[in-house]
């Protein structure tokens, strides 16, 4: 994309990313891709805020070089290390090298770990400000959103906030940076709630000491490193992440996230049943095959819904092992204290059901009922599971 005024002298300058398949090399974005944004301001002094990935080094300093001379820039801000913001800083600064970074004291050290770099670093301490001539940067330091290292970097003049993940979402930006020029403001969301699962739930207590320090700054656009910029509703998105962050101590929505797998369409069968009987009890149900979803997709449902029901087989004496490795995940990201239940078959001896309340209780999760079976389910018991998953569903209201 071209760059594009937020301000008088601010300019998002970042890049589209369709290219890499799955963030981190674990999250899949094959079909939405995600934005590195990056943020320049032309003031007395010039400051390029966050960077991009470093395969795309060379498409974004283009964009630089269209709007500023590189031997004018006086500061690069690191409001976070990870290198999908980082990447291109060794090849700016070989080509900028009067250019002064700014980060944290822990920012330093990654910089030195990560890229050699040790010369023309600052770092700042939390609520130190730069003087740009009309504009002045105020720091926020904000550990664990996402790395320990991680600040924001507040505009006064505008009142922009530069969050870098926080508030961020994965898919491209397609046409437009703003919340009032996309048509599909939904989507967006779902995909910031995605990253703030597969990303940020590990760390709650953060996110909220984060929303507790911004309480009382007046934020007119919320510019964050990946996705939309926020200037028509800011609120909107500081909103869904308090209430996200508050799901990691609070109750869930009623609901039931379904995980299933099947070998052989015996545990499929009992789960059409199961789902029914979710449905006769008037809960949302979602339904997801382990096998075929990745657990970024699932971790948003596990996050907002209060019930969890596991149907998998017995393999080779444990639980199904794409299903077992999920609920490990689910465990990596916190995603506790949910009401949960397990059904499945076996062949000739069970052991599925054992697995899965050893890892049932590293999740904290209340294990309400289990279904066992074996073989091909008869008529009668599709009946019963309908009535097990009717009756876990109504224990959910
Ligand atoms: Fe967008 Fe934690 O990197």
């Given at each position: 994309?071209?760059?594009v ?6 300019t998002?300058?970042?890049v589209?990313?369709?290219?890499t ?7 899949t974005?094959r079909?939405?891709g995600?934005?590195?944004n ?7 002094k ?5 960077l991009?990935?470093s395969?795309?080094?060379g498409e974004?300093v283009t964009q ?10 006086d500061f690069?801000?690191v409001n976070?290390?990870?290198?999908d913001h980082?990447?291109a800083?060794?090849t700016?600064?070989?080509k900028a090298p009067q250019?002064q970074i700014i980060?944290t004291?822990k920012t330093?050290?990654m ?12 770092a700042v ?5 730069i003087?740009?001539g ?6 926020v330091v904000?550990?664990?959103l996402?790395?320990p290292?991680?600040?924001m ?6 009142q922009i906030l530069f ?6 979402s994965?898919g491209a930006?397609n046409g437009?940076?703003?919340?009032d020029?996309v048509d599909?403001?939904?989507w967006?969301?779902?995909e910031a709630l995605r990253y703030?699962?597969?990303i ?6 953060p996110v ?8 009382n700054?007046p ?6 490193s ?10 909107r998105i500081?909103?869904?992440y308090?209430?996200?962050?508050n799901?990691?101590t609070?109750?869930?929505d ?7 797998a099947?070998?052989y369409?015996?545990?499929e069968?009992?789960m059409e049943a ?11 149900l979602k339904?997801?095959n382990?096998s075929?979803?990745?657990m970024?997709?699932i ?11 596991i149907?998998a087989?017995?393999y080779?004496g ?5 299903m077992a490795a999920a609920?490990?995940?689910?465990e990596g990201k916190r995603?506790?204290?949910r009401k949960?239940a397990y059904?499945?078959?076996h062949?000739?001896?069970?052991g ?9 209780q ?14 091909t389910?008869s008529?009668e018991?599709?009946?019963k ?6 009756t876990?569903a109504s224990k959910l209201?």
């Amino acid at each position: 994309m071209l760059p594009v005024e937020i301000k008088p002298g601010i300019t998002w300058v970042g890049v589209n990313d369709r290219i890499t398949e799955l963030f981190e090399g674990l999250w899949t974005i094959r079909q939405e891709g995600v934005s590195y944004n990056s943020y320049l301001i032309r003031d007395d002094k010039t400051v390029v805020i966050d960077l991009c990935k470093s395969m795309l080094t060379g498409e974004f300093v283009t964009q630089l070089e269209d709007l500023v001379p590189l031997e004018k820039i006086d500061f690069v801000v690191v409001n976070h290390m990870e290198p999908d913001h980082t990447g291109a800083l060794r090849t700016l600064i070989k080509k900028a090298p009067q250019v002064q970074i700014i980060g944290t004291a822990k920012t330093r050290d990654m910089l030195r770990e990560f890229y050699g770099i040790t010369e023309n670093v600052r770092a700042v301490a939390d609520g130190e400000t730069i003087d740009l001539g009309h504009h002045t940067l105020r720091f926020v330091v904000a550990p664990f959103l996402h790395w320990p290292e991680t600040m924001m970097t507040y505009e006064e003049k505008e009142q922009i906030l530069f969050s870098c993940d926080a508030f961020g979402s994965y898919g491209a930006l397609n046409g437009s940076i703003f919340d009032d020029l996309v048509d599909d403001l939904n989507w967006y969301e779902q995909e910031a709630l995605r990253y703030y699962t597969n990303i940020v739930a590990i760390f709650p207590k953060p996110v909220r000491k984060a929303l507790e320090k911004l309480a009382n700054v007046p934020v007119q656009i919320l510019a964050p490193s990946h996705g939309l910029v926020w200037r028509k509703d800011p609120k909107r998105i500081i909103d869904l992440y308090d209430r996200w962050s508050n799901l990691a101590t609070e109750p869930a929505d009623p609901g039931v996230t379904m995980i299933y797998a099947s070998m052989y369409g015996n545990s499929e069968a009992v789960m059409e049943a199961v789902a029914q009987g979710v449905v006769d009890a008037g809960l949302p149900l979602k339904i997801f095959n382990i096998s075929k979803t990745p657990m970024s997709y699932i971790l948003p449902h596990l996050l907002t819904r209060n019930g969890v029901l596991i149907g998998a087989p017995t393999y080779e004496g444990g639980l199904f092992p794409e299903m077992a490795a999920a609920m490990r995940v689910a465990e990596g990201k916190r995603m506790y204290n949910r009401k949960a239940a397990y059904f499945g078959s076996h062949a000739w001896a069970g052991g599925a059901e054992r697995e899965f309340r050893a890892l049932a209780q590293e999740l904290q999760w209340e294990v309400l009922d289990t279904f066992n079976f074996v073989g091909t389910p008869s008529r009668e018991e599709l009946t019963k599971a309908r009535e097990f998953g009717r009756t876990f569903a109504s224990k959910l209201k």
